[in-house]
């Protein structure tokens, strides 16, 4: 199943990119449990990379749409708030997707409410971590998908 399951990870980029190693090391350790869809949200020149693209805004767009209704899971780590991962998180839930909620619990500021208000156990998992938590709580919410 892990070889086949499609996963997108949302974390910052026009948000502020102060995490962008945590992101890294978050997608390093999802690839044990599927194909991460949007592996470049850790590239460290991200500017680099989207400007090789090229993609017009439409098309950056349609794509994003594209790998959330690929993927089976989407994870987002939200400790630094971004407009395009609300939108992502808003998006997937339509969808019906399952979806991890990361933020890390030693942060000053607070998840939306509204997120964490979707929190239900089952479909919609709402974790505070710390990184070193990390492995084990892949673990467990992979193990119940
Ligand atoms: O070019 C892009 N392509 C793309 O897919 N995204 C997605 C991936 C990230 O999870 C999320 C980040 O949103 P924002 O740029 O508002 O912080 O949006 C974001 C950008 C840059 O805005």
């Known amino acids: 199943m892990s070889a086949k399951r499609k996963i997108f990870f949302a ?8 995490y962008q190693d ?3 090391r978050i997608i390093e350790q999802l690839k044990l ?3 991460v869809l949007s592996e470049f ?4 020149d991200i500017d680099g990379f989207l400007q090789d693209l090229q993609w017009t805004d439409k098309q950056c767009h349609e794509q994003d749409v594209i790998w959330l209704q690929e993927s089976d899971v989407l994870v987002a780590e939200c400790t630094q ?3 395009g991962v609300g939108y992502e998180i808003a998006r997937s839930e339509a969808m019906m997707k399952k979806i991890l ?3 890390q619990a030693e ?3 607070e998840l939306p409410r509204k997120i964490r208000g979707l929190h239900n156990d089952t479909t919609f998992i709402v974790k505070d971590y710390r990184e070193e938590e990390l ?3 892949l673990k467990d919410f992979f193990s119940k998908l």
């Open 135 to 137: 492995p084990g709580l």
């Open 11 to 18: 974390g910052s980029i026009g948000g502020g990119r102060q």
């Open 41 to 44: 949200v850790g590239n460290p």
């Open 81 to 83: 708030p971004s407009l």
């Open 101 to 103: 909620i990361l933020f």
């Open 22 to 24: 945590l992101y890294m």
């Open 107 to 109: 942060s000053e500021s």
């Open 33 to 35: 449990y599927g194909n």
